[in-house]
Nanobody, 117 residues
Framework: QVQLVESGGGLVQAGGSLSLSCAAS????????MGWFRQAPGKEREFVAS????????NYASSVKGRFTISRDNARNTVYLQMSSLKPEDTALYYC??????????WGQGTQVTVSS
């Protein structure tokens, strides 16, 4: 498994932007698909975005498509989530996760994003 540490969360007004980072340890990072998930209070964790190991393909939840962008830098063992046009309903704890095969098997501790109205 790979160790993941998220950063970049914070408090932002609606309509604002934030950029999240997820730093991974381990030389196998470049072979993992990566994803971002989020969990709001009282709700289940939900998928936000994913990117394949070489960065060639991305996928987004419909709720964030057009507003969020996932990217990665394999030389820096880091995956990013650029968030813009943020809404109060984007408020959640954001996690990154690594998927070496079919399932995500490594998760970070999360970084809090709070969007005020």
């Amino acid at each position: 498994q790979v160790q993941l540490v998220e950063s970049g969360g914070g408090l932002v007004q609606a309509g604002g932007s934030l950029s999240l980072s997820c730093a991974a340890s381990g030389v196998a990072f470049r072979s993992y698909d990566m994803g971002w998930f989020r969990q709001a209070p009282g709700k289940e964790r939900e998928f936000v975005a994913s990117i394949t190991s070489n960065g060639g393909n991305t996928n987004y939840a419909s709720s964030v498509k057009g507003r969020f962008t996932i990217s990665r830098d394999n030389a820096r063992n880091t995956v990013y989530l650029q968030m813009s046009s943020l809404k109060p309903e984007d408020t959640a704890l954001y996690y990154c996760a690594a998927r070496p095969g079919v399932r995500y098997n490594s998760w970070g501790q999360g970084t809090q994003v709070t969007v005020s109205s």
